[in-house]
C-alpha cells in the first residue's frame, strides 16, 4: 500500500498546485523537496526546487507588500470618527488584502509556513544547500555566489569560510563572482558610499548616499506594512482570552506597532548581526552635510546638516556646523522630513481605538514602546539609571530596585552558604588573578540545597525568581521579538585576598566580549569558538556594595578607552547585548566580597541551559506541591567558564 499512497500524495499535492486561485508554489513545501533530494544526491532537483523556493519566498514577501499598501490606500484611516466606521474600514481593509493576496499567492492556508521555515531563510540555510549542489554541479560561479550570501550572514561558520578561500583560489576565479544575493539596496549603498568618502570622492558618495535613503524609507515603507498582518500573542492564553472587542483591537493594534517600531532596528542591522549598526540612519545626513560643503554646495549642507540635529537636538559639533552654513549663505534653509513614522503610506493607531481606552493597562505599552528608548521595565519597582546613550555604546541598559534589600541580604546570605571555591571556573580558586578567590552555585545546585534542608528552601527560590525577574526585564526593554532563554546562571563572589592587594594593576576580570574573541589589535572581536558564539544578551544583578573597587566598566574595541562605569550596590542591574560592540570588565576587588548573580542568554532555544530546564521542572513540581520530585545527588555537571 506504500507506493499507493505515495501516488495519492503527489496526486494531492497537484491538485493543490494546481488551484485556480493562484500559481504560485509553497516555498516551505519546494523547500522541502530541495532537502529531500539533497539527501538523494540529485544535485540537479537541488538547484531547481531551493531556487523555486526562494524565489517563491521573495513574490510572498512582495504580494503581502503591494497588496497592504494598496489596501490601506483603498480603505484609510483618516476620515474615522464612530466605533462602527472604524470597524468597517478594519474588515474592508482585511478582505481587500485577503483577495488581493490570495489572487496571486493562491489560499493563503497553503502559505503559513512554520516558524523554523521561516528562521531558516531569514538565516539563509537555502543558500548553504546551494552552495554544495552548484559545487557538485561544477557551476563554480554560482557556488561562489551563494557560498558568499550564506556567509554574510553567518560568519562564524568556519567550513564556509573555507570553502570561499578555495574559490578565491581557483583559476578564472572573478571577484564578481562573489555577490551577495540577498543583499539589502539600502546598506549596499551606504557602505559603498562610506569607501568612497574615505577615498575623498565627495561627489560619488553623495550619489550612494542619496541612494542609500531612498533606499532606506523604501525598506522602511515595506517593513511596516508587513507588520501588518495577522499578530502573535505568546504571552497568552486563548482559551482564556476574554477580553472586550475593544481591548482585543487595541491589543492587535498594540503588536503591529512594537512590530514597526522594530523595523528601525531590523533596517540598521546587518545579515547575522544581533545588533544595530550605531546611529545608522543619522549618519547618512551626517556623511552628506560634509561631502556638500567638500563640493561647495553649501545649501545642501545646511540642510542635510539640521536634517540630522532631527535626531541628536543641541549637538554642538553640528549646531556650529549649521551656524557656519548659516553665515556663509546668508539665509536659513529647512531640514529634510526624515522620520520614517511621518511617511505618508503609515497610518498610528486611530485615535478612536485609544480614545475608547483611558485606562487601558495595554496602552501604557503603546506610548513606551513608540516613546522612549527601550521597552517597558516590566515591574513598577524597577527604575532606570543610565540608557545606551547615557552610558556611551549601544545596547546597555543601567537599572536600579530590580530586588528589593532584604532580597540582597537574603540571596548575600544564601550565596555564604551555597557557592563554593572554583564553581564555574572549571574548579580553577583564582581564575582570573591570583590576587581574589572566585566562588559561585548554579541555580540547580541552590534548590537541591534547599530541599535537603541545608538552606531555606525560600531562599533557593528566591535566587530561581530573582533571574526570572532580570530575565523578563532585558527582554522586554531591549525589546525582542523572540523568547530569550538562559544560557547560563550563577551566582558569583569574587572576595579581595587579605595581604596580596598592594600596588595592584591588574583586573577582576580582564576585559572581554561575552560571545566572541576580542583581538584589540585588530580591532575586531572574532565570532568563534572558544567563545560563547550563542550567547545574545548579558546582565549582572548586584546584591551588595560594600567592598573597594570592583566597579563594572565598558570599554571601546581596544580594551583600554573606558566608555563607561558601573558602581555595584544592592539591586542593581546591568544589562547589555553579549557581541563585540560591549567589551567589559571589571576593576581589582581590592577589599571585602562582591557578590552578584550572572546571566548570560540567548535567543536560540538549541542552546538553552540544561541545567535550568532542570530546575525550572523542579520548581513546576514545588508549585504543584508534588511529593514525587525525584532529586539525584549524584548529578555530574560540567559547569561553563565564565566569559
Known amino acids: 500500500m506504500l507506493w499507493y499512497e505515495n501516488i495519492l500524495s503527489i496526486v494531492l499535492q497537484a491538485l493543490l498546485l494546481s488551484s485556480s486561485y493562484g500559481s504560485l508554489e509553497p516555498y516551505d513545501l519546494l523547500y ?52 462602527l466606521q472604524f470597524f468597517d474600514v478594519v474588515l474592508r481593509r482585511s478582505n481587500c488584502q485577503n483577495e488581493c493576496i490570495e489572487e496571486k499567492v493562491g489560499t493563503q492556508s497553503m502559505h503559513k509556513v512554520s516558524e523554523d521555515v521561516n528562521q531558516d531563510f531569514q538565516r539563509r540555510i537555502p543558500y548553504n544547500y546551494l552552495q554544495l549542489a552548484y559545487q557538485k554541479l561544477k557551476q563554480l560561479d554560482k557556488a561562489a555566489a551563494a557560498a558568499h550570501t550564506y556567509f554574510q550572514a553567518n560568519p562564524e561558520h568556519v567550513e564556509m569560510d573555507q570553502n570561499l578561500e578555495q574559490y578565491k583560489a581557483l583559476e578564472g576565479s572573478d571577484q564578481d563572482h562573489f555577490v551577495d544575493r540577498e543583499a539589502r539596496p539600502h546598506q549596499s549603498s551606504f ?69 514597526e517600531h522594530e523595523c528601525v532596528r531590523d533596517l540598521s542591522t546587518r545579515p547575522g548581526r544581533l545588533s544595530p549598526m550605531e546611529n545608522y540612519l543619522p549618519l547618512h545626513y551626517d556623511y552628506l552635510q560634509f561631502a556638500y560643503f567638500q563640493m561647495n554646495m553649501v545649501e545642501e549642507a545646511m540642510e542635510c546638516a539640521k536634517s540630522y540635529l532631527l535626531f541628536h537636538e543641541g549637538e554642538e559639533f553640528m549646531t556650529e556646523n549649521v551656524e557656519y552654513y548659516r553665515e556663509a549663505v546668508g539665509h536659513d534653509v529647512k531640514p529634510r522630513e526624515v522620520r520614517p513614522w511621518l511617511h505618508p503610506k503609515w497610518h498610528p493607531i486611530p485615535y ?55 532580597e540582597c541580604a537574603e540571596l548575600t546570605n544564601l550565596a555564604h552558604t551555597v557557592t563554593m571555591a572554583g564553581d564555574g571556573y572549571r574548579g580553577k580558586m583564582s581564575p582570573h588573578t591570583p590576587n581574589e578567590r ?44 523572540s523568547t530569550l532563554h538562559f544560557s547560563y546562571t550563577h551566582l558569583v563572589c569574587r572576595t579581595a585576598i587579605t595581604g596580596q592587594q598592594d600596588h595592584r594593576n591588574d583586573l577582576s576580570h580582564p576585559i572581554h566580549a561575552d560571545n566572541c574573541l576580542l583581538d584589540p589589535e585588530a580591532n575586531e572581536c572574532w565570532k568563534e569558538p572558544p567563545a560563547y558564539t550563542y550567547r545574545d544578551y548579558s546582565a549582572l544583578l548586584y546584591l551588595n556594595g560594600d567592598f573597594e573597587g570592583g566597579e563594572f566598566i565598558f570599554t571601546e574595541m581596544d580594551a583600554k578607552t ?67 520530585s525525584q532529586w539525584d545527588t549524584s548529578l555530574n555537571i560540567n559547569p561553563k567558564d565564565e566569559l
Open 32 to 83: 522541502n523537496n530541495a532537502v529531500d533530494a539533497f539527501y538523494r544526491s540529485d544535485y540537479k532537483d537541488v538547484v531547481r526546487y531551493m531556487e523555486g523556493a526562494l524565489s517563491s519566498y521573495a513574490e510572498v514577501r512582495q504580494t503581502k507588500v503591494r497588496c497592504r499598501l494598496r489596501c490601506q490606500d483603498q480603505h484609510p484611516f483618516d476620515s474615522v470618527s464612530m466605533d
Open 191 to 259: 557602505s559603498a558610499g562610506v569607501k568612497l568618502y574615505d577615498s575623498a570622492d565627495y561627489k560619488g558618495a553623495i550619489a550612494l548616499f542619496e541612494e542609500a535613503l531612498q533606499e532606506y524609507y523604501r525598506a522602511d515603507v515595506e517593513c511596516r506594512a508587513l507588520c501588518q498582518g495577522p499578530q502573535r500573542f505568546e504571552e497568552q492564553d486563548h482559551v482564556l482570552y476574554r477580553y472586550s472587542l475593544y481591548e482585543l483591537v487595541s491589543d492587535h493594534f498594540t503588536q503591529a506597532l512594537h512590530c
Open 352 to 406: 478612536i481605538v485609544l480614545n475608547a481606552l483611558p485606562s487601558s493597562s495595554v496602552l501604557v505599552c503603546v506610548f513606551v514602546c513608540v516613546c522612549t528608548v527601550g521597552g517597558p521595565l516590566v515591574y513598577d519597582s524597577v527604575q532606570l539609571v543610565q540608557n545606551s546613550k547615557a552610558l556611551n555604546g549601544t545596547q546597555r541598559v543601567l537599572l536600579d530596585d530590580v530586588i528589593s534589600v532584604d
Open 438 to 481: 572566585f566562588e559561585g552555585a548554579t541555580v540547580l545546585k541552590t534548590l537541591q540545597y534547599g530541599y535537603e534542608g541545608r538552606v531555606p528552601l525560600r531562599s533557593a527560590r528566591l535566587f530561581y525568581d530573582a533571574s526570572e525577574r532580570a530575565r523578563r526585564i532585558i527582554e522586554s526593554y531591549f525589546l525582542l521579538n
Open 562 to 628: 573606558v566608555t563607561a562605569q558601573v558602581k555595584p550596590k544592592c539591586g542593581r542591574m546591568v544589562g547589555f547585548s553579549s557581541g563585540g560592540e560591549n567589551p567589559h570588565g571589571v576593576r581589582a576587588v581590592t577589599r571585602g566580597q562582591r557578590c552578584a548573580v550572572a546571566l548570560w542568554f540567548t535567543l536560540d532555544p538549541l542552546f538553552r541551559e540544561l541545567e535550568r530546564l532542570q530546575a525550572d521542572e523542579v520548581m513546576q513540581a514545588l508549585d504543584n506541591q508534588s511529593s514525587q
